[in-house]
């Protein structure tokens, strides 16, 4: 699917693209049963392709309300083969049954705030540090954490839990509240603030933070997977009271998305 002497990957993370469509359903009841059994053929062969590809992956989502019908998560590293895909996913059907609603494109990244070596070994009870051989077991363990930590936000792998929620958001620049603003130190501190709530979840909605600043309209993707939505009422709810999101965060559109099977997807949406 890609030529590889025109490959767009980026330095560091992979592309991450959120598709919506509405069905246009007077398009697809123009389809006579063989032409709808094509389609439906071809929408499946094409996930399964994609599904195949080294460092790819597709999510196919039932969107819960009307704002869409169908929605699709993919992540690859090429720019190229996430721009092949959008086009193929959305004459899948056919021409004209799949309409564009909203779709979001971003990068996987680390945090700029992520805790260094230095700040840890600060943080250890003296006894530890000044023991050569608990610092050492100390800071291995530390950096097998870390290790994975950039590991699942730059290159992660998406998690096949039910519920998955997914909103722009960008910091405010305002003249009472400017994110940009603040030293380094302070946002540094908000955000290991904001992140000590992300971990109460820890097991119950798995989080990935992507950017998008000069990508797309917002600065930040963020996408939570959990089992039931009551854990996505609850993280976005107690996060809110923290200052990172109270003062300084905006927030776009919400959309709630079931991943099924297409066959099951073709049923609920009466394909």
Not at 14 to 31: A, D, P, T
Request: negative net charge; charged residues 25%; aromatic residues 12%.
């Amino acid at each position: 699917m890609t030529d590889k002497n025109t490959e767009l990957i980026p330095e560091e993370g992979w592309h991450c693209l959120h598709l919506f469509y509405r069905i246009e359903y007077g398009q697809w009841q123009l389809l006579n049963r063989e032409e709808k059994n094509a389609a439906k053929t071809d929408l499946s062969s094409l996930v399964q392709e994609v599904r195949a590809m080294g460092s790819t992956q597709l999510l196919t989502l039932g969107v819960v309300t009307p704002k869409a019908d169908i929605g699709f998560m993919l992540i690859t590293p090429d720019l190229h083969t996430a721009n092949r895909i959008e086009k193929r996913l959305s004459i899948s059907l056919g021409p004209d049954v799949l309409t564009p609603v909203y779709s979001y494109l971003s990068l996987t990244e680390e945090s700029e705030y992520i805790t260094t070596e230095e700040e840890y070994t600060q943080s250890l009870d003296g006894s530890v540090r000044n023991d050569p051989g608990k610092l050492s077991e100390a800071l291995t363990t530390f950096r097998d954490r870390i290790k994975h930590y950039r590991q699942e936000r730059v290159y992660p792998t998406l998690p096949d839990w039910p519920v998955v929620c997914f909103y722009n958001m960008n910091k405010r620049r305002g003249e009472q509240r400017n994110w940009y603003a603040l030293p380094y130190d302070e946002r540094r501190k908000l955000m290991k603030g904001h992140a000590t709530v992300g971990r109460e979840f820890a097991g119950k909605v798995k989080q990935l933070i992507t950017g998008s600043t000069g990508l797309d309209d917002a600065e930040w993707g963020v996408t939570l997977f959990a089992r039931d939505t009551f854990q996505i009422k609850a993280i976005v709810y107690k996060m809110r009271f923290d200052p990172v999101s109270a003062e300084y965060a905006d927030f776009g559109e919400f959309y709630i998305g079931i991943q099924l099977p297409l066959d099951e997807l073709f049923r609920r949406l009466q394909l």
